[in-house]
């Protein structure tokens, strides 16, 4: 079993900065992808950011040039450092990884949310 754990959200004011983390463990093998996704109230789960295990990165449009996805490979952690904040980011932001995993399947894992608001 694979499992996520978040941290990091909060209240902030608009034009403020976060760092969200997320840590995987568990029975890794490997790890393709992880990002961030997020939820706002009444609307769909959108994608935030993913890297992959190239390092290769895809943003949504909306967060460009404020958000940063980093990593750890060793610790099998991702960083979301964000910056600019405005009120619309207000979401619970999930964390994604696509992980291979030492029972030998390929699965997708979600972490429990955190929430981001921003707000005066």
């Known amino acids: 079993q694979v499992q996520l754990v978040e941290s990091g959200g909060g209240l902030v004011q608009p034009g403020g900065s976060l760092r969200l983390s997320c840590a995987a463990s568990?029975?890794?093998?490997?790890?393709?992808?992880m990002g961030w996704y997020r939820q706002a109230p009444g609307k769909q789960r959108e994608l935030v950011v993913v890297i992959t295990s190239g390092g290769s990165t895809n943003y949504a449009d909306s967060v460009k040039g404020r958000f940063t996805i980093s990593r750890d490979s060793a610790k099998n952690t991702v960083y979301l450092q964000m910056n600019s904040l405005k009120p619309e980011d207000t979401a619970v932001y999930y964390c994604?990884?696509?992980?291979?995993?030492?029972?030998?399947?390929?699965?997708?894992?979600w972490g429990q949310g955190t929430q981001v608001t921003v707000s005066s």
């Open positions: 994604n990884a696509d992980v291979f995993s030492a029972d030998w399947r390929r699965m997708d894992y």
């Open positions: 568990g029975s890794i093998f490997r790890i393709y992808a």
